[in-house]
């Protein structure tokens, strides 16, 4: 089974400081591991991905996810915040299935972090 | 359209009343998503559709939660005798590129927000 967890339900940033949504993931294998982001009323929007090869992963808006096998972690960072970052952020895992075999369709979410930007 | 296209944003409906939830996925998108998202969650898989054919459907919660993509395109979702439990965000995502080998991100539709009454 595979797993996901973000330990902190919201994250408070000042508008220009660094910040880190944190993210942890359980599977039988290797992962592969997504950021999305949410807007009030509407779907998912990709970020980034991990699939192999550079643990620093570059994305979308500036954002990056540095991955940890050790830890098996997975953290969201930007290096200076904007008041338009504020939303809910999702980090979501797979197994590769070339450890678990074709089926391995399903992405599995955690709960989910609201950052909020303060001006 | 550009992107993943549901309808309707907003249904409700009393409890025991049958729903159909449309998905229109990016044109050429081979793989198709159905997720439920109850408030303050993140998504739940609920099944996966390799152009017409439902590879997994291990998600859906009962036998009331029927999905069917015919041609291999546009996709319904279907509740039959809806109860409260069901009242949930019902998001859809497709993806390119077939089976699970795919290492490409799903991308998501603005979602149909259910409320059961």
């Known amino acids: 089974a595979q797993s996901v967890a973000q330990p902190e339900d919201q994250v408070n940033v000042a508008e220009g400081n660094p910040l880190t949504v944190k993210c942890t993931y359980s599977v039988s294998g290797n992962p592969y591991l997504f950021w999305y982001v949410q807007y009030p009323n509407r779907g998912l929007q990709f970020l980034l991905k991990y699939i192999t090869g550079d643990n620093l992963v570059k994305g979308s808006y500036g954002f990056e996810a540095e991955f940890n096998k050790s830890q098996t972690s997975f953290h969201l960072k930007k290096p200076s915040a904007l008041v338009s970052d504020s939303a809910l952020y999702f980090c979501a895992v797979r197994e590769n299935p070339r450890d678990s075999g074709a089926g391995s369709y399903q992405l599995t979410f955690g709960k989910g972090t609201k950052l909020s930007v303060i001006p | ?117």
């Open chain 2, 1 to 117: 359209g550009a992107g993943v296209s549901q309808s309707p944003r907003y249904k409700v409906a009393k409890r025991g009343q049958d729903v159909a939830l449309r998905c229109d996925p990016i044109s050429g998108h081979v793989s198709l998503f159905w997720y439920q998202q109850a408030l303050g969650q993140g998504p739940e898989f609920l099944t996966y559709f390799q152009n017409e054919a439902q590879l997994d459907k291990s998600g859906l919660p009962s036998d009331r939660f029927f999905a069917e993509r015919p041609e291999g395109s546009v996709s319904t979702l279907k509740i039959q005798r809806t109860q409260q439990e069901d009242s949930a965000v019902y998001l859809c995502a497709s993806r390119l590129g077939t089976g699970g080998n795919s290492n490409q991100p799903q991308h998501f539709g603005d979602g149909t927000r259910l409320s059961i009454l």
